[in-house]
């Protein structure tokens, strides 16, 4: 047994090694990446029962020579640690608004189309954020009713103070705000009922094989319910297939987002297959 121990312990160490190792070597390349122009965007669209398109979120995208394609999931919790996800924040604030336009620009975009951005809790944590989403927009003619920002309710434990004052702010410029993950958290329907909030994303983990769970279903059920009662817009993020829409269907969900409708895609494709 104390062979068995050592020899783990050994294990451990060896993966703790390579795991900083690693972090390392994306953090060296990672406060390169913007002046590098390794970074884009993809966009995926979100779509109403009618299947219009009525959004779109724009999620990052990493290409590094030496380490290929890297995972926001990886990434962006380093430039959080390191204080780039301010510049980086920035630049996905503006790459966006420049897609935008070229979404204002195609023939087929519906009217109340918006843009859906994540922004992390840290980011919140820069008191200029609102100044720099709305230079973003407004120095290029955008109304920001076509903006959406997607934040976690970790941001509104973390940070509650400061994060609500932002998010008013936002708020009464016009862009709207969305709750991510939602039901992943702890926040209560009394807590969210007094926040600056327009619409709730339900987490994927609840959509996925939701025509089979019926605690899932359980659950959706009561988050659809919560958001209608509170007057707030509510999306159902990772739908995968035909069954799970049509649950969400029956249950009252009326927007989508998922592999079922698309994976996210380049703008030129997004515009292509949906704007053009
Ligand atoms: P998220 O905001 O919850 O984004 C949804 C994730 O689910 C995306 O992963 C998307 O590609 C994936 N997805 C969409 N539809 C489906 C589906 O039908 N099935 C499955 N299995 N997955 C689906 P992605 O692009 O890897 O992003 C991961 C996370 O990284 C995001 O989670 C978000 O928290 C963060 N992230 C991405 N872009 C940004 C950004 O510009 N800024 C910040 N702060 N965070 C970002
Ligand atoms: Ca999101
Ligand atoms: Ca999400
Ligand atoms: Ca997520």
């Known amino acids: ?27 060296q390349h990672l406060h390169l990446a913007i002046e590098a122009g390794e970074f884009s965007l993809v966009f995926q669209p979100q ?26 999931d ?10 780039l996800i301010h510049k980086l924040g920035k630049w996905v604030f503006e790459s966006s608004m420049e897609t935008l336009v070229r979404f204002q620009e195609a023939n087929n975009i519906h009217p109340d189309f918006k843009l859906a951005i994540n922004v992390s809790s840290k980011q919140f944590r820069n008191l200029n954020i609102v100044s720099e989403v709305e ?42 705000i969305a709750i991510d993950d939602f039901g992943t958290g702890y926040s209560s329907l009394a807590y969210i009922a007094n926040l600056p909030i327009d619409k709730l994303k339900i987490d ?18 009561t988050l659809v319910n919560m958001s209608k009662s509170l007057h707030l817009e509510v999306i159902a993020e990772g739908v995968e297939n035909k069954q799970e829409r049509d649950v969400l269907i029956d249950l009252g969900c009326s927007q989508f ?20």
Do not use: C
């Open 257 to 276: 987002q998922g592999y079922l409708f698309s994976r996210p895609v380049p703008a030129d494709k997004l515009i292509k297959d949906f704007l053009a």
């Open 204 to 221: 994927r983990s609840f959509i996925t094989d939701l025509h089979l769970k019926s605690t899932n279903r359980k659950l959706v059920d």
């Open 74 to 83: 990886e990434f962006i919790p380093l430039a959080e640690e390191t204080g």
């Open 1 to 27: 047994a104390k062979e068995k121990g050592r020899g783990n312990f050994q294990f451990y160490n060896e993966t703790m090694r390579l795991e900083t190792e690693r972090k390392h070597l994306v953090q």
């Open 135 to 176: 230079h973003a927009i407004v120095s290029r003619g955008l109304s920001p009713n076509n903006v959406q920002i997607e934040i976690t309710e970790s941001l509104l434990i973390d940070n509650k103070d400061i994060a609500v004052r932002s998010m008013l702010k936002l708020q009464s410029l016009g862009v709207s």
């Open 47 to 72: 779509v109403n029962t009618q299947g219009d398109v009525i959004g779109a979120e724009a999620l990052l995208r990493w290409h590094n020579a030496e380490l290929g394609m890297v995972a926001p």
